[in-house]
């Protein structure tokens, strides 16, 4: 009987992860077209395969929702002859308080409620594996603590700045201000402690066993990837390490061209994501296939760059920003609704020329002047430009230069475009 248990339970789990797979694709799958209005462009024939490495774009924190469920429908991976697609993360989102440390803006008694979450038991049954984040050379504070004896003293270890950090953040939730580790780790504190640092910035001494540890740690991830890659399993990163901050894609971080090179995989295939925020409502979002192309161990790094940008998604909002912005630093005071329908349709043309992935709103005029009149309605609404009559826009050429939405569409139109 002990024999068939053993082998039993295996199968029961991997069962067990499967439908959890599929349940949280399902409910990206929801989550996403509540948020946005999904695209899903060059989709057709696509077929998950072992050995493939897909490499992604990385915009915003809503795309991993947008990519998951996208690929599992594509590729069918609820037929259980598919193989599944593995995913590499940051290495934080599998310790305590990645939802208390990593989001923006949350209020202090936020974190505090979300610091004793831990999804590092439950991320590897949904086949997602840790890649060390920013780098092997840098080390979280919050991590660092965590490895010391409780009792060590704060001004052993931690910089001067964070010391402030911490004593201000405490005076402003009513506490005593932290001495030691145990004092520091607290939910209150967690975006604080997740800061990274790097060697240079956190020297002492009494440091050296985590910064060992780190090191060690980072090691084990980096050849578990590859051993994975080398045999067969598929795999999706975001070489970019992190959402773009600007809007332009890439550099790419270190670590991808190692696995590639050592990994060894049959073929690797760009994934690229567009946000259009020039429009009223939901946002569109565009998620494009590239083709799969073998890669060259001695130019990973150039391929995967070219490739993202070559499948990048032409939107409505990166021609409108990028027509805007140039006429505002021309010193333009106004332009023509019709200058700008020509302007978009001379990029799309272009980019279908090149064989880039266009919104198929724009491939049609009526659907094409449709999607810029809301384009131009929400630039309005950002008290970009006043319309006077139907035909002519009037620039306020301050607001558009300093307006972060157009600043972040126009330079995704230029990066793309330098691939």
Known sequence: MLPCAAVREPAQQERACDLLYGAVALGMWTYVHAAFRVQVLGVAGF??????????????????????PAVYIAGQLWRPSRPRLRFAARDDMFDRGFFAGFPPGLSPRARSLLYPIRAGGVLPCVRVHPLPYPSPETLRLGRALELLPHSTP?????????LAGLAKRAAEVGLPGPLTARDALRGEYADLLWRAYSRDELPS??????????????????????????????????????????????????????????????????????????????????????????????????????????????????????????AARAGRAALDTSELDLALASEVERARSEGRPVDRALLNGETRRRRLSAALVRACDLRLVRTPDRRTLVLDAERIALDPVIARAALEHRSARAG
Request: aromatic fraction near 4%; proline fraction near 10%; hydrophobic fraction near 40%.
């Open 47 to 68: 077929r998950l395969r072992s050995g493939d490495v897909l490499v992604a774009t990385h915009r915003a924190e809503t795309d991993v929702p947008l990519i998951c």
């Open 154 to 162: 704060l001004v052993d270890v931690v910089p001067e700045a964070a």
């Open 205 to 326: 001494p009494v440091l050296d066993t985590a910064w060992s540890h780190r090191a060690l740690l980072a090691g084990e991830q980096v050849r578990g990837l590859i051993e994975l890659v080398r045999s067969g399993e598929p795999m999706l990163f975001f070489p970019e390490g992190r959402p773009s901050p600007d809007g332009s894609i890439g550099p790419l971080r270190r670590g991808l061209s190692l696995i590639v090179r050592r990994g060894r995989p049959g073929r690797l295939r760009a994934v690229s994501i567009a946000y259009d925020p020039l429009t009223r409502g939901r946002p569109h979002a565009l998620l494009a296939f590239g083709e799969p192309f073998a890669p060259r161990p001695e130019d990973v790094d150039g391929q995967v760059l070219s490739a993202l940008r070559r499948a990048l998604p032409l939107t409505c909002g990166q021609v409108i920003a990028r027509c805007l912005l140039d």
